[in-house]
């Protein structure tokens, strides 16, 4: 954990050293692009994730049906 903060606190010193080189109008533009991509990863997470759910969910259900067929024919004990 405190390696991750400390990682965190390196990487926000960095962009704050380059950003003082820029204007505040490009240091907007910049953090306001920054911000879409972050966006754009977060739904495409997200739609990540709900497949990976949605697959799960029907592995479930499907070897709930496998498991109660193959009992009825009396395959597992």
Do not use: A
Not at 52 to 77: A, E, M, P, R, Y
């Amino acid at each position: 954990m405190l390696d991750t903060l400390e990682r965190e606190y390196r990487t926000v010193e960095d962009i704050h050293e380059k950003l003082k080189n820029f204007s505040d109008d490009e240091v907007q533009k910049i953090l306001m692009d920054r911000l879409e991509q972050l966006d754009e990863n977060k739904h495409s997470f997200l739609r990540v994730r709900r497949g990976k759910n949605c697959i799960l969910s029907f592995i479930d259900l499907f070897s709930l049906g496998l498991h109660s067929c193959s009992t009825k024919v009396g395959f597992i004990s």
